[in-house]
T-cell receptor, first 112, second 111 residues
C-alpha cells in the first residue's frame, strides 16, 4: 500500500544545531507540503513543492529550508534550531491539481 | 489578512445528539472547503470536501456551505464517542494552490 513516512517520529535537540526531518511518500504524488502544528495556531504551512526541483515558501518559512531532488522525498532542514521551532511537524502530499492532502504520522521536535 | 476561524471549543455533546461545527473565512472568492478530523496524537484525515453552496451528505456527516455569508459547517448526526476528536476546517484561497487551516474545534461526545 502507498504511504507517507516521516522520520524521526520524535527528536530532542539543542539550540543552534542543524536538524533534518525526513518525508518519503510512495503515492507518486507531485505535490508535497510541510506544516507545523502548535497549540492555538493550528496547521501552518512552512514550505511546499509541486515537483522535482520546485520549492516554495509558505507562511512560516523563516529558519527552514527544503529541497526536492526526486518525486518521493521532501526533507525539511532547520539550519540552526531555535526553541520557537519546538513543534509537531507534518508532511503531506497530494496529486497534481488536487487539494486533498494525505498526511504523514508527524514528527515531534523539541529544541532545548 | 486572510483568516479561517473556528470556535476552539471544547464542544461537548451527548451520545446520539447532533454535533454542529462552524467555520468562517475571510476570502470571499474562495471556492474549495474541507473538513479534516484529527484524533489526539494522530495526523489529520479528510472527512468531507464541499465546493458548491448548499448541503453535502456522507453517511452521518453533512457539510454545509454558504458563500454569501462566508460560512461552512459540519454536522455530525447520531454522534458517537469515536467522533471525539479535533475537527479542522481548511480553505483554498482564491488564486492559491495551498490549503489554509483553522485552529480546529475539539469535540467530545459523552457516552
Amino acid at each position: 500500500d502507498a504511504e507517507i513516512t516521516q522520520s524521526p517520529r520524535h527528536k530532542i535537540t539543542e539550540t543552534g544545531r542543524q536538524v533534518t526531518l525526513a518525508c518519503h511518500q510512495t503515492w507518486n504524488h507531485n505535490n508535497m507540503f510541510w506544516y507545523r502544528q502548535d497549540l492555538g495556531h493550528g496547521l501552518r504551512l512552512i514550505h511546499y513543492s509541486y515537483g522535482v526541483h520546485d520549492t516554495n515558501k509558505g507562511e512560516v518559512s523563516d529558519g527552514y529550508s527544503v529541497s526536492r531532488s526526486n518525486t518521493e522525498d521532501l526533507p525539511l532542514t532547520l539550519e540552526s534550531a531555535a526553541s520557537s521551532q519546538t513543534s509537531v511537524y507534518f508532511c503531506a502530499s497530494s496529486e497534481q491539481g488536487a487539494n486533498v492532502l494525505t498526511f504523514g504520522a508527524g514528527s515531534r521536535l523539541t529544541v532545548l | 489578512q486572510k483568516e479561517v476561524e473556528q470556535n476552539s471549543g471544547p464542544l461537548s455533546v451527548p451520545e446520539g445528539a447532533i454535533a454542529s461545527l462552524n467555520c468562517t473565512y475571510s476570502d470571499r472568492g474562495s471556492q474549495s472547503f474541507f473538513w479534516y478530523r484529527q484524533y489526539s496524537g494522530k495526523s489529520p484525515e479528510l472527512i468531507m470536501s464541499i465546493y458548491s453552496n448548499g448541503d453535502k451528505e456522507d453517511g452521518r456527516f453533512t457539510a454545509q456551505l454558504n458563500k454569501a455569508s462566508q460560512y461552512v459547517s459540519l454536522l455530525i448526526r447520531d454522534s458517537q464517542p469515536s467522533d471525539s476528536a479535533t475537527y479542522l476546517c481548511a480553505v483554498l484561497w482564491t488564486g492559491a494552490n495551498n490549503l489554509f487551516f483553522g485552529t480546529g474545534t475539539r469535540l467530545t461526545v459523552i457516552p
